[in-house]
């Protein structure tokens, strides 16, 4: 090569191929130093007492070593050289870089040693606390290897000649990794880490020193005076998020929240790929029911009036066999108004006979309407459309949980209804576990609350007691049109529907009779105030879109279906925003300066960064500060633009300048 020529290229010359080591000699001569390093910094624990009880063996140990290193560099300098220079060494020690960075991630770092011992056994737990792995980046033998790759960096540039132009990238780039290894290599010696726990109006001039994120007892002056003058913390405004929980263990952990007007576009929250995205907002939330008309046998028969009070109108709607929504109170009256398809039987009419007790299943799937059925303890039903297949198990009307944990009927009137069923899918074959639900006729939402596997079905429980009589009732049939007039259950008088309404009931401006109705509910907002909030949030798997409403503190939170998080919509008017310490700087008792303090924004002073970690919910005046000490960083800092100057001068200027014959 001539002296303008370009470095050397791998492989080496004939005769430095003839020096160069194989990779195995190589992960042998490493690994003889880092026992080296290791015996000298005495990496482990109680290795004195293992050898012997006086120090001799101790010193042997490393005397051995240390001979073993100097005859290879004594006898054969030349391969020496070469080896540390090589690219096999290389690889050996990025390998060794490589497993130290993958034990230091994978064995916990900085706990007591009993921690290990409860870990990782008896057995393992010495040998991770001799090896010093429970902090292997801090050790004597990692800095020992830190300098070797050093060393290895300044023999590559001077075997290469990097000072010549064309090689001044290589030069630069070499010496910005030393710079980077320097830096790192005084940060772990001569930097350290530290707390400061201050009060409200509190001066502090020392920290406690931390090592693995644990405090070691030892104070360390700061070299300055520091005053907290005010802690604040700064809160989200009373407002409704979206928030997204993910699993930790037996936990969950909130870990982002939106406001809804953040969630316009589909979003996915963590690992999975479902994503969802809030469709639809209303401040003050409620549903419109609107009737539709449709097939005779498809809905219920309606009765539909409009009553006029006097101030203002009001829509009621009677449905046929729906007790609970087939009667209503008159205004100002002593009579009800009941509304039958067709007129009650005659035994009802003759006797005058309470009304039955009933009780009623109300299940709906998808965007179905609900559907209803009468129901008795111990009778199996199938359910839309034979889909589903439901048993009554039992039905308790007083239900309360016993001190036996049992769950069981505290009386026999109706208090507290409840009612066991088990569900099976249709579709998921005879041998799957039917699915047992609770279902409380006080609590409708509670089966909401329940994990199920059985699709979407909802189901709704409606118990209505016995009832005698009413001492005076109107009864319209629409089959026939006819009013019904009716004391004690029996009649007393029946004729036309259109004229008895009017005579019987002056407060009911308009009525009309639909044969077959379903009610629809329309989502909307009664104003902007947020009194009673809800969103409409969708869901994306693939092609489906799924959606469903969510309700803040009525709806139970939900899964996205891929498990990765938890979704709820919700108010946490303590939730922080932000927390900041606002300090002084003191020198002798003299105010230097004013500085606020806040996550992301640390205090540099007399060469420490004062960081704003933590804050107590139960002491306001209280600040936790982490202090760090890296007298390397700004060297770590040089040699990275050093490398990144280089690499450029490497693939962008020396192509440019050899174009031209400068170099």
């Known amino acids: 090569m001539d002296d303008a020529g370009t470095a050397p290229q791998w492989p080496p010359a004939a005769a430095e191929a003839r020096a160069v080591p194989r990779l195995g000699a190589c992960f042998v001569l490493l690994f003889l130093l880092w026992v080296l390093l290791l015996l000298v910094g005495r990496g482990l624990p109680g290795l004195r007492e293992t050898l012997g009880p006086s120090p001799w063996p101790f010193r042997g140990a490393v005397a051995i070593t240390t001979a073993v290193v100097a005859l290879l560099a004594g006898k054969a300098r030349r391969t020496l050289y070469w080896t540390l220079t090589s690219l096999p060494f290389s690889i050996a020690l990025l390998c060794a870089f490589l497993v130290t960075t993958i034990l230091g991630t994978l064995v916990l770092q900085g706990a007591a040693p009993e921690e290990y011992v409860r870990r990782y056994g008896t057995a393992v737990a010495p040998l991770l606390l001799g090896l010093g792995l429970d902090d292997p980046f801090h050790t004597f033998w990692f800095r020992g290897l830190l300098g070797l790759l050093t060393v290895t960096l300044l023999l590559v540039g001077t075997r290469r000649a990097v000072w010549r132009p064309p090689l001044w990238g290589h030069m630069v780039s070499h010496l910005g990794v030393v710079a980077v290894l320097v830096g790192g290599a005084i940060g772990n010696i001569a930097g350290y880490r530290g707390f400061i726990d201050i009060h409200e109006g509190e001066v502090v001039d020392e920290l406690d020193v931390t090592q693995g994120g644990r405090r070691t007892g030892e104070k360390r002056p700061l070299g300055f005076e520091l005053r907290l003058d005010d802690f604040e913390i700064e809160r989200y405004g009373a407002e409704f998020r979206v928030y997204?929980?993910?699993?930790?263990?037996?936990?969950?952990?909130?870990?982002?929240?939106?406001?809804?007007?953040?969630?316009?576009?589909?979003?996915?929250?963590?690992?999975?790929?479902?994503?969802?995205?809030?469709?639809?907002?209303?401040?003050?939330?409620?549903?419109?029911?609107?009737?539709?008309?449709?097939?005779?046998?498809?809905?219920?028969?309606?009765?539909?009036?409009?009553?006029?009070?006097?101030?203002?109108?009001?829509?009621?709607?009677?449905?046929?066999?729906?007790?609970?929504?087939?009667?209503?109170?008159?205004?100002?009256?002593?009579?009800?108004?009941?509304?039958?398809?067709?007129?009650?039987?005659?035994?009802?009419?003759?006797?005058?006979?309470?009304?039955?007790?009933?009780?009623?299943?109300?299940?709906?799937?998808g965007d179905d309407p609900p559907r209803q059925i009468e129901i008795q303890e111990g009778l199996s039903y199938s359910l839309a459309e034979e889909t589903f297949h439901l048993t009554v198990r039992r039905y308790l009307p007083d239900f309360v949980i016993n001190e036996a944990r049992e769950k069981v009927s505290r009386s026999d009137v109706p208090n507290n209804p409840a009612l066991l069923v088990a569900v099976t899918h249709s579709g998921h074959g005879e041998a799957e576990k039917p699915e047992e639900r609770w279902l409380f006729a006080k609590n409708p939402d509670f089966d909401r609350q329940q994990d199920r596997h059985t699709g979407d079905l909802r189901l709704v429980f409606r118990h209505f007691p016995a009832q005698a009589p009413p001492e005076r009732e109107l009864v319209v049939v629409g089959g026939t049109r006819e009013l019904l007039r009716l004391e004690r259950g029996r009649l007393v008088e029946r004729g036309p529907l259109d004229e008895g309404l009017r005579s019987e009931t002056p407060g009911i401006a308009s009525w009309r009779v639909v044969e077959s109705a379903l009610e629809h509910g329309l989502p909307g907002t009664r104003s902007q105030e947020w009194l009673h909030p809800a969103v409409e949030i969708e869901l994306r798997e693939g092609e489906r879109i799924s959606s469903d409403v969510v309700i803040a503190g009525h709806t139970r939170p939900f899964w996205l279906p891929d498990q990765s998080a938890l979704i709820s919509f919700e108010q946490k008017p303590n939730d922080v925003k932000d927390y900041r310490s606002h300090v002084s700087v003191l020198e002798n008792g003299v105010e230097q300066r004013k500085v606020t303090i806040e996550v992301n924004a640390p205090l540099a002073q007399a060469g420490l960064h004062l960081y704003q970690t933590s804050y107590r919910e139960e002491d306001p005046t209280y600040s936790g500060l982490q202090v760090v000490r890296d007298p390397g960083f700004s060297l770590v800092f040089v040699g990275f633009t050093m490398m990144s100057l280089g690499l450029a001068y490497i693939y962008y200027v020396r192509p440019r300048l050899l174009r031209k014959g400068i170099v």
């Open 244 to 365: 997204a929980y993910e699993p930790k263990g037996d936990s969950l952990r909130m870990f982002r929240s939106w406001a809804p007007s953040e969630l316009s576009e589909w979003t996915s929250a963590v690992k999975g790929g479902a994503q969802f995205r809030v469709s639809q907002v209303w401040p003050d939330y409620f549903v419109t029911q609107e009737l539709r008309t449709v097939a005779p046998g498809a809905g219920r028969p309606v009765l539909e009036l409009t009553i006029d009070p006097g101030p203002g109108k009001r829509q009621v709607r009677l449905f046929d066999g729906v007790q609970g929504r087939d009667t209503i109170a008159l205004d100002g009256d002593d009579r009800t108004l009941r509304f039958a398809w067709v007129a009650p039987n005659a035994e009802e009419l003759e006797h005058g006979g309470p009304r039955p007790e009933r009780r009623v299943l109300e299940y709906a799937t």
